[in-house]
């Protein structure tokens, strides 16, 4: 009677004959999660101070509004309400922007900070997996005449 090969020893084996490091991929899954933490972290940020931002100006307008809205006693009266308020939408608008340009200039330098400083590390991990491959085949080939 014929016996069945154990292929869960044979597959064993075989992966056994390929060693493989997985230290790298924990350590490259490490940097992409800490490099994730951080960009969220400075979009969050940029949210929160947009979100406050639009809050006030949201309310700013509301209350010149409801000045505006004031019933008046002069028909001239009410076409000087509306020019103040344009007049005053018009600055509180250009401050705002303002504003918002500054949040999207921090963002933007402090994500090519995170960038470039993850573009270093990546570079320095990639130099010591070449060195430590470099050697451990250096070490295999001398071995191997050594034999």
């Known amino acids: 009677m014929a016996k069945t090969q154990d292929f869960n020893s044979m597959l064993k084996d075989m992966?056994?004959?390929?060693?493989?490091?997985?230290?790298?991929?924990?350590?490259?899954f490490k940097s992409t999660a800490s490099m994730n933490e951080k960009l969220t972290s400075v979009a969050l940020e940029a949210?929160?101070?947009?979100?406050?931002?639009?809050?006030?100006?949201?309310?700013?307008?509301?209350?010149?509004?409801?000045?505006?809205a004031k019933a008046k006693e002069e028909p001239?009266?009410?076409?000087?309400?509306?020019?103040?308020f344009a007049s005053a939408q018009a600055e509180v608008a250009a401050?705002?922007?303002a504003a918002f340009a500054e949040v999207a200039k921090k963002v933007q330098m402090e994500t090519v900070e995170l960038l470039m400083a993850a573009g270093k590390d990546a570079t320095e991990e990639a130099t010591a997996a070449v060195?430590?491959?470099t050697d451990e085949v250096t070490a295999a080939a001398k071995k191997a005449t050594a034999k």
């Open 15 to 28: 992966m056994g004959a390929f060693p493989v490091d997985t230290s790298a991929m924990e350590d490259a």
């Open 47 to 68: 949210a929160e101070k947009s979100s406050e931002i639009s809050s006030k100006w949201t309310k700013d307008t509301i209350s010149k509004l409801t000045d505006m």
């Open 76 to 84: 001239a009266d009410y076409a000087k309400a509306m020019t103040d």
């Open 95 to 97: 401050e705002n922007m």
């Open 131 to 133: 060195k430590k491959a």
